[in-house]
């Protein structure tokens, strides 16, 4: 078994920052992709920013500039901080894994979620 746990959400004024960081366990041979997700209230859940084993990222043109994702594999772990937060950055954000599992097995694993609210 795999699973993420994330951690990090919370209330933010606009302006403000938020880091969310998202660890996997159990297990795991190697970790490809990594990423993360957001679904706002009422709306299709879509992508923020991913990272590459190779180093590659990329970010939704909503928050370039803004976010940065960063990972670290020795501790199987992504984050993503935050900066110049909006009302519209208000959602829940899922973080995602591309996994291969010890067995040799590919996995597409999702966190639980952790809510960020940018409001005054």
């Known amino acids: 078994q795999v699973q993420l746990a994330e951690s990090g959400g919370g209330l933010v004024q606009p302006g403000g920052s938020l880091k969310l960081s998202c660890a996997a366990s159990?297990?795991?041979?190697?970790?490809?992709?990594m990423g993360w997700y957001r679904q706002a209230p009422g709306k299709e859940r879509e992508l923020v920013a991913t990272s590459t084993s190779g180093g590659s990222t990329n970010y939704a043109d909503s928050v370039k500039g803004r976010f940065t994702i960063s990972r670290d594999n020795a501790k199987k772990s992504v984050y993503l901080q935050m900066n110049s937060l909006k009302p519209e950055d208000t959602a829940v954000y899922y973080c995602?894994?591309?996994?291969?599992?010890?067995?040799?097995?590919?996995?597409?694993?999702w966190g639980q979620g952790t809510l960020v609210t940018v409001s005054s």
């Open positions: 159990g297990s795991i041979f190697s970790i490809n992709a």
């Open positions: 995602n894994q591309r996994i291969v599992a010890n067995s040799g097995r590919w996995l597409e694993v």
